[in-house]
């Protein structure tokens, strides 16, 4: 059984920064994908940033391309997201996700979900 916890959302000034975590429990990641997705209230969940778990590819959003940094920490098991230049259009319910050996940006690609964690970025 996968498990995946997400931390560290917040409320947050424009322009402010955070670091999302998500510790994944279960089974070996070794060569899976992990995602960030986010949903914003009444919008669909749109992808936002994914990491290989060996590192070897890493994707974007292009709305959080230069801002955004997605990275992995093997020996904790967890993925991070380290967000800057935080804008009010980021704010969201933020989920980690996994369960594909390939990277796709549809969230329907991904068996295993976390519950989130809200993202509020005052103007």
């Known amino acids: 059984q996968v498990q995946l916890v997400e931390s560290g959302g917040g409320l947050v000034q424009a322009g402010d920064s955070l670091r999302l975590s998500c510790a994944a429990s279960g089974r070996t990641f070794s060569n899976y994908v992990m995602a960030w997705f986010r949903q914003a209230p009444g919008k669909e969940r749109e992808f936002v940033a994914a990491?290989?778990?060996?590192?070897?590819?890493?994707h974007y959003a292009d709305s959080v391309k230069g801002r955004f940094t997605i990275s992995r920490d093997g020996a904790k098991s967890t993925v991070y997201l380290q967000m800057n230049s935080l804008k009010p259009e980021d704010t969201a319910v933020y989920y980690c996700?996994?369960?594909?050996?390939?990277?796709?940006?549809?969230?329907?690609?991904?068996?295993?979900w976390g519950r989130g964690t809200q993202v509020t970025v005052s103007s």
């Open positions: 996700a996994t369960g594909r050996t390939y990277f796709s940006s549809t969230d329907s690609g991904y068996p295993y």
């Open positions: 990491i290989r778990w060996d590192g070897s590819s890493i």
